[in-house]
Structures are given as C-alpha cells and as structure tokens.
C-alpha cells in the first residue's frame, strides 16, 4: 500500500507514476468487489459550490462502502468565503472530521483550505483541475484497454480542467494525449508546463491539433466534454461558433479503429458537442466511466488517509 500518499489531493500531480499505479490497482479491487478493511467510521464534509450528480454520489457511496460517514454541505449553507472565511471554515471542520472534499468555483480556495487545515482536502473539482475524474477515466481505459500501455486520447473540445488534469494524468503514465480543439482554446500555459516538467525527455509530450478526422482515426480512446462549462457561459454564442466542426457524430465514431472506446465525463448536451444518441453508441463507455468514479474515489480516499 502507498505510504507516501500526499496529506491533500488537489491535484492530479500531488501523485507519482508509482502512487497513481497503485491507486488504480486498488480502484480495480473495489471495482472487482473487494471491500474496504478500512472500518474506522471516519468522518467526511463535502463541501459544494457547484451543482453536481456524478462527484456527489460517487463521494458519498464511497464512504459509506469505507465504513465512514458524509454531511453535505450545498452553496447556501455555508457561504465558503463569503459568510464565513475559508480559514474559518477551515479550522472548524477540521474539528469534526477528519477529511474535507471540496467543490469549488476557483482552485485558490482549495490552496487556502489546504494551507490553513489540519486534515486532507481533496479536490472534487475546481476551475483549474478535476483530479478525481481523471483516477477514474484512467481506471476505465485500463479497463477496456487490458492496460495504459501504448494508449493514445483524442481530448476533443476545450483546454479545461477535465483536460488538464486527463493530460497530466497522461504525463504522468506515459500515454499519448492529443487535445484537438480550435486555436485559441488550448491547455493553460501553466498547465502545459506542467506536463513538460513530468514528461522531461522520455516521453512525448502533449499534442495540440484542429485536425480532427486523423486524430479520430489513430486513437484508442475519443473524449469530448461540453463547450461551455460552469462559469464560461458568457461565452456561448462565441464558443458555440469556434466548436461548430469539432463535434462528435456517429460517422465520427466509424472512422475510428474497431476497439476505440469514446467517454464523455458528463453532463452531455446532445446537438452540441455530441451528436444525439451518441452516449449510446456501441463504442460508448460513458456510464461504466461515471461508475467508475466510485471505486476511483473508495481509492483515494482509503489510501489518502492511512
């Protein structure tokens, strides 16, 4: 088991290439049906800023498989550095659990929750990364794949945070990442020197593209994630424009090799980013992916706080 797991998990590289190997080597167990040992009735907060189906469920099963216990906390309850201060938050609930899941609008408030508290915070999503997510894309490409090995993704769509931490995830575990996207939406500066700083010499790093069809083509795995996200909205009419030839469609889907799965991390807009009906499309591995995010987080959760 890791022994070296980080106090916080904020973002995909607070791990290694061993520590995440092992991480999803337990997200397999939990996903074969062993049960957690664990059985410490720890307790959980799970604080939300944004709305969520996938992260909150996910999360709150999870501990409850672990033995442990979760109070949620929405928007409106606690005011996260509005009513009250992040610190003060902090240094509360450190009181009454012994981990802190937050979902967040913006990734500083995670650094502040994490500077100040006493007990892990995890990340379930900020403006910069979505950590969590990518543990379990990569545990269902390792899944359909038979192994990460040799594994290429097309990320279509935006440089976000899903792709963001999918790419350094990706970094981390030697496979081909290709974000194909139009000019001026590509991964955060800070992001791709991140990337370059995992990937040293040894390995390739990341690929940026607009050449859809060929990517398609030469991929294992083809992702997509909507065009606006929470918080680019103003930006709908622009962004709906830019993105109007990179969606993706069930003659899409043809042209990619026989064993080529597709995932989206959901929520979806058919008509946008998707072509109807694509979530099920026989390559579609959407709703095992979101299930996997349950024995992705038991993971995490079990090793973060041994």
């Known amino acids: 088991?890791?022994?070296?797991?980080?106090?916080?998990?904020?973002?995909?590289?607070?791990?290694?290439?061993?520590?995440?190997?092992?991480?999803?080597?337990?997200?397999?167990?939990?996903?074969?049906?062993?049960?957690?040992?664990?059985?410490?009735?720890?307790k959980f907060a799970l604080i939300f800023q944004k709305p969520s189906l996938r992260t909150k469920v996910s999360f709150t099963v999870a501990i409850a498989e672990l033995g442990g216990h979760a109070t949620f906390f929405g928007p409106e309850e606690i005011g996260l550095g509005s009513r009250e201060s992040?610190?003060?938050?902090?240094?509360?609930?450190?009181?009454?659990?012994?981990?802190?899941?937050?979902?967040?609008?913006?990734?500083?408030?995670?650094?502040?929750?994490?500077?100040?508290?006493?007990?892990?915070?995890?990340?379930?999503?900020?403006?910069?990364?979505?950590?969590?997510?990518?543990?379990?894309?990569?545990?269902t490409i390792q899944e359909y794949n038979g192994s990460l090995q040799d594994s290429s993704i097309a990320f279509i769509g935006d440089g976000n945070n899903v792709a963001s931490s999918l790419a350094m995830g990706c970094a981390?575990?030697?496979?081909?990442?290709?974000?194909?996207?139009?000019?001026?939406?590509?991964?955060?500066?800070?992001?791709?020197?991140?990337?370059?700083?995992?990937?040293?010499?040894?390995?390739?790093p990341i690929t940026t593209t607009q050449d859809l069809q060929a990517t398609v083509a030469n991929s294992d795995v083809i992702y997509t994630d909507v065009w606006i996200s929470m918080g680019s909205e103003a930006e709908t009419n622009q962004r709906l424009q830019n993105f109007q030839?990179?969606?993706?469609?069930?003659?899409?889907?043809?042209?990619?090799?026989?064993e080529t799965i597709f995932m989206h991390c959901m929520p979806a807009q058919p008509g946008r980013e998707i072509e109807a009906g694509i979530l099920d499309h026989p390559k579609s591995v959407v709703y095992r992916q979101a299930e996997n995010r349950l024995y992705a987080q038991q993971s995490i959760l079990e090793l973060i706080l041994k």
């Not at 890791?2 to 167990?29: C, G, N, Q, W, Y």
């Open 172 to 204: 981390l575990m030697d496979i081909k990442f290709t974000l194909v996207c139009p000019k001026g939406y590509e991964l955060p500066q800070a992001i791709v020197k991140s990337i370059e700083k995992i990937a040293g010499v040894n390995t390739e």
């Open 245 to 258: 030839e990179f969606q993706v469609t069930h003659s899409l889907l043809d042209t990619a090799k026989k």
């Open 1 to 42: 088991m890791i022994s070296t797991m980080p106090k916080h998990f904020l973002s995909i590289t607070d791990l290694t290439k061993d520590e995440l190997t092992k991480v999803l080597a337990r997200a397999a167990d939990f996903q074969s049906g062993v049960k957690s040992v664990q059985g410490t009735n720890q």
């Open 86 to 139: 992040v610190a003060d938050i902090a240094k509360t609930l450190e009181r009454y659990v012994d981990c802190i899941i937050a979902r967040v609008y913006k990734h500083e408030t995670l650094v502040e929750l994490a500077k100040v508290a006493s007990v892990p915070i995890v990340n379930a999503l900020s403006d910069l990364e979505h950590p969590c997510q990518t543990v379990g894309d990569l545990l």
